[in-house]
């Protein structure tokens, strides 16, 4: 395992179509995180799951969007109905938190959305 | 809501040069985080500091905290090609989770 690894790293889609993104994580991490990065800007904060579980949602994260960590190994974006301001690098994030306040996280290549 | 704020926003390099970036916040924060992105790639964490005026040096990086946490400087000494890139400096949220600035641009001189 070198590192956290996203599939595809590049999706066009029309608008409306749905898209699904995965992110396989460093295998003994148990956080996972997904970010949003639009060009010219610093990755934004999405969501982020703890073994299985979903911990936190950000506001930018719309109805339209839907993660999941099913067995706290790899995780799933989706994006039902897309728009054209969903076009972003997903950036996906993962760390073995052992009860400190940070612990470092490793981010995957990411997932480059164009909607046309 | 909690905001960073990078500058200068781009720079050009020759190589050689020494390179100073910075980094304020409208919040505290208790960690401090300096991240490189290539194109087509993730941020790589270069320095991450954990106490109010902490100095870290990683190779020709080195990296402070300030004292009220509201700020850092990255400065990285000699400068060579494979230094182009963006620099992003990030807070950690109360979840782990990181709020980054907008970044700054390195690139080399024409």
């Known amino acids: 395992d070198t590192g956290v690894s996203q599939n595809p790293r590049h999706k066009i889609t029309k608008r409306g179509q749905n898209v699904t993104f995965r992110c396989d994580p460093i295998?003994?991490?148990?956080?996972l995180y997904w970010y949003r990065q639009t060009l010219g800007q610093g990755p934004e904060f999405l969501t982020y799951?703890?073994?299985?579980?979903?911990?936190?949602k950000s506001r930018l994260l719309s109805d339209r969007f839907s993660a999941e960590r099913p067995k706290g190994s790899f995780s799933t974006l989706e994006i039902q109905r897309t728009e054209q301001g969903d076009s972003a690098m997903y950036l996906c994030?993962?760390?073995?938190?052992?009860?400190?306040?940070?612990?470092?996280?490793?981010f995957g290549p990411g997932t480059r959305l164009t909607v046309l | 809501g909690q905001q960073l704020n990078q500058s200068p926003q781009s720079m050009f390099i020759q190589e050689g040069e020494d390179v100073s970036m910075n980094c304020t916040s409208s919040?505290?924060?208790?960690?401090w985080l300096w991240y490189k992105q290539d194109p087509g790639e993730g941020p790589v964490l270069l320095i991450a500091?954990?106490?109010?005026?902490e100095l870290t040096s990683n190779g020709r990086l080195t990296a402070q905290f300030g004292i009220t946490r509201k700020d850092s400087f990255l400065n990285i000494s000699a400068s060579i090609p494979s230094d182009v890139g963006i620099y992003f400096c990030?807070?950690?949220?109360?979840?782990?989770?990181?709020?980054f600035g907008k970044g700054t641009k390195l690139s080399v001189k024409p």
């Open positions: 994030a993962s760390s073995l938190a052992s009860g400190g306040y940070y612990n470092e996280q490793f």
């Open positions: 990030a807070g950690c949220g109360s979840q782990g989770n990181l709020i």
């Open positions: 799951f703890q073994n299985e579980a979903q911990l936190e």
């Open positions: 919040s505290i924060f208790n960690t």
């Open positions: 295998s003994e991490h148990n956080r």
């Open positions: 500091l954990y106490k109010a005026g």
